[in-house]
């Protein structure tokens, strides 16, 4: 079994034709070690990750890009985001009667969050209905009618491993879209070997061997991969922001109340504790760095 977390790019020679090419296990793993989530909604999960790592480093920018949906199904919103390329977490809210066999996501929005480090905020909004549509074919229907790239997409998960692959027509030229490209050939020749992956292979098989079953009539030209990892972007420091924008009053009767504020992240589970000196101390501090 693959057990390297990765993303990992690649080209057809001679074609304006790319392949992307995502697998995760111990990132996915710590995700569902933090909730005793159904197994439809792990795996459910497991391809919002992969779709995640897969966009970003498509997308190749710093910053973050998150997938984050909510519907009028069995499950309320869910969201996966890969930060710089490489950090991913995920988090999934769901009925407390959740029941498999019944519509998971229902009818709702998918948003398509690009954050830059440096730049703007970039957000897509497309329409999800899970009875006849997938994840898959949400996003090869945004990068074709929003971006205008024809794409094919592929996700899989089970209860302990992801995978993504994508393959991509790049326009021929900058007047060009790739949905015009002139070599239909060679995009229907790719998109049928693509088409050949199973999900055992896609979960187990460690990646150049995976390509190679797939394209090895073909020239295909690898990238170096990208690790990947679970990371949170929780920390004190936000944590403690979270609170100021409480005011000191509303944040010391709290701990008047209940001896201290106790907040705990969502995503990793790590918990944040402040007793009444800690909020006097954080409101002193945030007062004299606003007069200096």
Same mark, same amino acid.
């Given at each position: 079994m693959s057990?390297?977390?990765q #993303?990992?790019?690649f @080209? $057809?020679? /001679? =074609?304006p034709i790319?392949g992307?090419?995502?697998?995760l296990?111990?990132?996915?793993k710590?995700?569902l070690s ?6 439809p ?5 497991g391809e919002?990750?992969a779709a995640?790592?897969?966009?970003s ?5 710093e910053?973050?890009l998150s997938l984050?949906?909510r519907?009028?199904?069995q499950?309320?919103?869910?969201m996966?985001?890969c930060?710089n390329?490489?950090?991913l977490?995920?988090l ?11 519509a ?5 929005q998918?948003?398509?969050t690009?954050?830059p480090?440096q730049?703007k905020r ?5 329409p ?9 074919t ?12 024809? #794409?094919r997409i592929w @996700? $899989?998960a /089970? =209860? ?18 790739s ?5 239909q050939?060679?995009w ?5 070997l ?12 460690p990646?150049e ?11 295909v030209?690898?990238y170096d991969?990208?690790p ?5 972007t929780?920390?004190e ?5 979270a609170i100021?924008?409480?005011g ?6 709290i ?7 106790d ?10 504790a402040f007793?009444e000196?800690?909020?006097n101390t ?5 007062s004299n760095?606003?007069?200096?």
């Amino acid at each position: 079994m693959s057990n390297s977390d990765q #993303t990992l790019r690649f @080209l $057809f020679d /001679n =074609t304006p034709i790319r392949g992307e090419l995502t697998q995760l296990t111990r990132a996915f793993k710590e995700v569902l070690s933090k909730h005793p989530y159904p197994m439809p909604v792990q795996k459910l999960l497991g391809e919002f990750m992969a779709a995640a790592a897969m966009l970003s480093d498509t997308i190749k920018f710093e910053g973050t890009l998150s997938l984050q949906v909510r519907g009028a199904g069995q499950v309320r919103s869910l969201m996966a985001e890969c930060r710089n390329n490489q950090d991913l977490r995920a988090l999934a809210q769901y009925n407390d009667d959740f029941e498999e066999g019944g519509a998971i996501l229902g009818e709702g929005q998918m948003a398509i969050t690009i954050e830059p480090n440096q730049g703007k905020r970039y957000q897509g909004i497309v329409p999800i209905n899970d009875s006849d549509m997938t994840l898959s074919t949400v996003l090869e229907d945004y990068f074709q009618k929003s971006e205008q790239i024809r #794409t094919r997409i592929w @996700l $899989f998960a /089970n =209860t302990k491993s992801a995978a993504g692959f994508m393959i991509q027509a790049m326009p021929e030229s900058a007047s060009v879209s790739s949905l015009d490209m002139t070599n239909q050939e060679d995009w229907e020749r790719v998109v049928h070997l693509a088409s050949t992956l199973t999900e055992e292979e896609a979960l187990t098989l460690p990646a150049e061997t995976l390509l190679h079953r797939l394209f090895h009539e073909e020239t295909v030209r690898l990238y170096d991969p990208r690790p990947l990892q679970f990371k949170c972007t929780c920390s004190e420091e936000r944590t403690a922001n979270a609170i100021i924008t409480l005011g000191r009053e509303e944040a010391l009767h709290i701990v008047h109340e209940q001896g201290h504020i106790d907040i705990d992240c969502q995503f990793c589970h790590q918990r944040y504790a402040f007793n009444e000196t800690d909020i006097n101390t954080l409101f002193d501090n945030a007062s004299n760095s606003s007069l200096s």
